[in-house]
Structure formats: structure tokens, C-alpha cells
């Protein structure tokens, strides 16, 4: 008996010792991110942004994924929370399948001259063009423009959507239905589209200004090569007409929020929803966009394999836009050179007695690397195990996938994109690629302010800090009608990776 508790003694002993030289994430049942061993996530509610009336086993990710970030700073404001809770009546009583719905799909076939009520229910339809970056940002900024106009929100489902994201509406879906009487037509809304409101105000087929006759429905083409008369959108004279049209098909893959901000009567609302003017995309995309199931654990494998044991993570995101695209020496040297120069890496000792430790414990730090092309995470790896780090720090690289070239529409491959988007929105700082909608994305899903590596082009630095998590409006309309608000407007910026882009900054981050 005594030989036996001796033994149990020991190895106890033994067992508290080898804590004292784990790292500090433990395994997921264990603590995250500091949060003590409980299953119940910490504001699964997003502060008040989500309801509860969804089933959780359906969509784990919307409410667990408090689980797996350090909760935000950034507050919503009961005016948002107000407004969100009445979209969501609205939706449900104007939604697919729904007397409404069905009423308002009628006037479809009568384009011209809409004389009679259409009651409260009015649409805007997106069309699933691009890259899903493009997609994301392009689905957030036409949500706000339905808040803003009493409009709900219906998408095109002829791409696999349903398999990336959940239902963000309670009761409801924001699925366009396949029997849409203007499907077979939705291709046919491009730049020279004869239902394109820049088209039409080109040919005269359309006057802002007269309003007997409206359309039944509007294309607006609001895509990177845009036009003069397509920029007419973000008129005030324009959207006074463009509101009295029952539905708007919307063809764009830009990030448009910043130039509502500037349409005059939209300004005072806007401001109510966001009193702090950079956190617009951090709050609806939390709100709009959780991942489906599969994606789910695909994002939380990988946190809990590479990323919750770390003490400290930082993602990188290498996006190459030049055509060839691939691994370009240049570009590895300019990612060393920003991660060395605002201390965001330690550096590699020249030898093992350079190792300067002044902590009683090394740190463990994870990188989490996205990109198409393997040779920039597989080099940082190399970089690391050839040599140590001069603070003694273990530095860990990782790379969920190298897919090599985008394919935009494949399932698995979205899928693996809409994954590593969100778990570079989990670490705790941020470099990403200049111009990139899949790094925009990833800052303001984390609220991350990221280092944004420049376009390597006679810059004296490889990257700056950005002022803001807001992504860019990579083509706003800074001339024509909105050309005197941009300069007289405090809370909107040229973008650090695109002068002729604009982002929104808030006072408080001015630099």
C-alpha cells in the first residue's frame, strides 16, 4: 500500500513538473485563446448582431465562433441591432415563397411604366460574379444598401452558395428561387446590357430626372470596368429615381459602402448605424456570413491542430497579381523585410550562441500562410528549422492548401478559400497582399488593422500598417458627382495600396 501511493505520489509530481514546460494553449477542451474550460462560448450572440432562433446543430459556426476569437472591441449600435431585427421581419414577409414574393415576381413581365402599388416589398438581386473575396464584399455592400432603402436581399444560387455559407435570416431564405421569371436573362446584365441603367442613360432610353415612367426593373453594373454613366449610381439625383424601382439586379464585384457613405441623404442614417465609421464591414460581415458545417471543420481542425496551442499567431496572406503569376524571389525578400522591420518575426541567428533568451519559457509562435503556391511557406519553414530564432522562440509555419491556380466555382476549392479566409481572421496580427479581397475580407472579419505589403515598385518600405480594418473601394467614382465630397470628407481616405481606391477611417485611428 505504501509502495503504492509512493508511486502514485511520483508520478503526479511528475505530471506537474512537464505543465510547467508545455506551452500555453492547451487543447481545445481545454482553454482558448485565455478562455477557462467551459463548452458555453463567450457572447454567442456577437453582441446582440445574432437572434437565437436558429437550431445550432444546423450551423455550428454561428454561434461558436466566440470560441475561437478574443471577443471584438468594437461594439454594434442598438440603432444597427434595431434595424437588423426589422430586416428581418420584413424579409420573412417578403421572402420566396411568401404571398408577397409571389405578387412582386408579376410586374416582371410589365418592364415599363409600373403605375400600380407594389407594396412594401421591394428586391435587390445579386449576381455570383468573381472571386469569392469579390463576392463577400460585394454581398455586404448591397445588404447595406437594402438597409438603407427597405429592401430585402435575395442571391443567385446558380453557383454552389449554399455549400460556403448558412441562412443569416431567421424563418426565411435569402435564396433566389430557380423559377425566377428573369434568370435566363441575368447573364445578359452586363456593361452594354439594353436593362443596364448606365446603358440606358447613355441611349436617353432613361432620364433621372423624370420619373412618370419607371421600370419595373433596374441591372446596375457596378463591375471594375465601369463607366461614366454606370458611376451615375452613386448620384443623389439618381438614387432618387433608382429607389422607386421595384427590382434591382445588381451585376458588381466592387466594395461600394464608402461611396454611400458620401450619397447626402444616406449620411445621417449611416451614422446612426455606425457611429465608429470603420467597423461597417466587421459588423455585417459577422453578422451575414457563417460558414457551412463542412467548412466549419475544416477551419477548426486546423485551429486546434495549429493554431490554439500558440502563444502568439500571425497570418500571412501572399496574393500575386502579376500574370505569370507564382513564386517570385522578390516577393519572399519584401515579406522577410516587413516581417523583420515592425518586429512581427524574430530573426534567424546566425548561430546556436547568437540565441539572446531573455525568457524563462520560449515563446511558441504559429504561422498560418495562405497562398496558391507552396514555395513561400515551405521557405519560411526551411528558414526556421535551418537555423534558431535570436530570441530562442519556436516559430511554426503551416499552409492549409496549395491549390496553384484559383478555381473560382469549384466547390472543395471555394470551400478551402472561404477556410483559410477565416482562419487568418483568427490570428492575432495580419500581413497581407496589397489590392487583395481575400486579405480585405480576413482584417475585417478579425477586426485587424494588417501590414499590407506594397506592390514592389521603387518603395522605400516592403509594407505599412493601415489605418484602418475597412476594406478598399478599389474603383470608387472620385470624380463626377461625388468628386467635391471626397476632398472635404474626413472619414474617407485614399487606400495605402490603391491612391485611386477609398477606404473609411475613423478619427480615433488617424496616424
Not at 514546460?21 to 462560448?41: C, E, M, V, Y
Not at 426565411?172 to 428561387?177: A, D, R, V, Y
Not at 499552409?399 to 490570428?427: C, F, G, M, N, W
Not at 477606404?503 to 496616424?511: G, I, R, S, T, W
Request: charge should be positive; hydrophobic fraction near 35%; glycine fraction near 4%.
Amino acid at each position: 500500500m505504501k509502495l503504492t501511493t509512493v508511486v502514485t505520489c511520483l508520478l503526479l509530481s511528475s505530471l506537474m513538473l512537464l505543465s510547467l514546460f508545455t506551452f500555453n494553449h492547451q487543447p481545445l477542451d481545454a482553454t482558448i485563446k485565455g478562455q477557462t474550460n467551459s463548452r458555453k462560448p463567450r457572447d454567442e450572440l456577437l453582441g446582440g448582431l445574432l437572434t437565437k432562433e436558429f437550431d445550432e446543430e444546423s450551423c455550428l459556426s454561428r454561434y461558436h465562433s466566440s470560441l475561437y476569437r478574443k471577443p471584438s472591441p468594437y461594439k454594434p449600435s442598438q440603432y444597427l441591432l434595431s434595424k437588423l431585427r426589422i430586416y428581418e421581419m420584413l424579409h420573412k414577409r417578403c421572402g420566396p415563397g411568401t404571398k408577397a414574393y409571389k405578387e412582386a415576381i408579376k410586374i416582371l413581365g410589365h418592364y415599363q411604366n409600373v403605375s400600380r402599388s407594389v407594396g412594401e416589398c421591394r428586391y435587390i438581386v445579386w449576381i455570383a460574379v468573381y472571386g469569392l473575396g469579390n463576392r463577400i464584399l460585394t454581398l455586404s455592400s448591397l445588404f447595406l444598401h437594402a438597409l438603407l432603402t427597405g429592401r430585402i436581399i435575395l442571391l443567385d444560387q446558380r453557383t454552389d452558395i449554399r455549400s460556403l455559407f448558412c441562412e443569416p435570416f431567421p424563418g426565411t431564405s435569402w435564396l433566389l428561387p430557380q423559377d425566377f421569371p428573369l434568370t435566363d436573362q441575368l447573364d445578359s446584365f452586363n456593361k452594354n446590357g439594353s436593362h443596364c441603367y448606365g446603358t440606358m442613360l447613355k441611349n436617353n432610353t432613361i432620364k433621372s430626372t423624370i420619373r412618370e415612367t419607371v421600370p419595373s426593373y433596374l441591372c446596375l453594373y457596378l463591375i471594375h470596368d465601369y463607366e461614366d454613366h454606370d458611376k451615375m449610381f452613386f448620384c443623389e439625383r439618381d438614387q432618387n429615381l433608382i429607389r422607386q424601382v421595384p427590382w434591382l439586379v445588381f451585376n458588381a464585384n466592387l466594395y461600394f459602402i464608402p461611396s454611400l457613405w458620401l450619397i447626402p441623404s444616406y449620411q445621417t442614417e449611416l451614422s446612426k448605424l455606425f457611429p465608429q465609421k470603420d467597423t461597417v464591414f466587421h459588423h455585417l460581415a459577422r453578422y451575414l456570413f457563417h460558414p457551412t458545417n463542412q467548412v466549419w471543420g475544416m477551419i477548426t481542425r486546423s485551429y486546434n491542430t495549429y493554431l490554439s496551442r500558440a502563444d502568439e499567431t500571425l497570418g500571412i496572406q501572399v496574393r500575386v497579381l502579376t500574370k505569370p503569376a507564382g513564386y517570385f524571389q522578390h516577393v519572399m525578400n519584401q515579406i522577410l523585410a516587413c516581417t523583420k522591420r515592425e518586429s512581427l518575426l524574430p530573426e534567424v541567428a546566425a548561430t546556436e550562441s547568437k540565441v539572446t533568451n531573455t525568457s524563462t519559457r520560449p515563446k511558441l509562435i504559429s504561422v498560418l500562410v495562405t497562398s496558391l503556391y507552396p514555395e513561400y511557406s515551405e521557405n519560411l519553414r526551411t528558414m526556421y528549422w535551418e537555423g534558431p530564432s535570436s530570441t530562442g522562440d519556436m516559430v511554426q509555419v503551416y499552409q492549409p492548401s496549395q491549390e496553384v491556380y484559383q478555381q473560382t466555382d469549384k466547390r472543395l476549392h471555394d470551400q478551402k478559400a472561404l477556410a483559410e479566409i477565416y482562419l487568418l481572421s483568427l490570428t492575432d496580427k495580419l500581413v497581407t497582399s496589397n489590392s487583395s479581397t481575400f486579405g480585405y475580407v480576413a482584417q475585417g472579419l478579425g477586426g485587424l488593422r494588417p501590414w499590407i505589403l506594397y506592390k514592389p515598385k521603387n518603395q522605400t518600405a516592403p509594407c505599412v500598417k493601415a489605418i484602418s480594418m475597412e476594406p478598399c473601394f478599389l474603383r470608387a467614382p472620385i470624380y463626377g458627382c461625388q468628386a467635391k465630397t471626397v476632398k472635404i470628407t474626413r472619414f474617407v481616405r485614399p487606400c495605402e495600396d490603391r491612391l485611386t481606391g477609398l477606404k473609411l477611417v475613423d478619427f480615433a485611428n488617424e496616424v
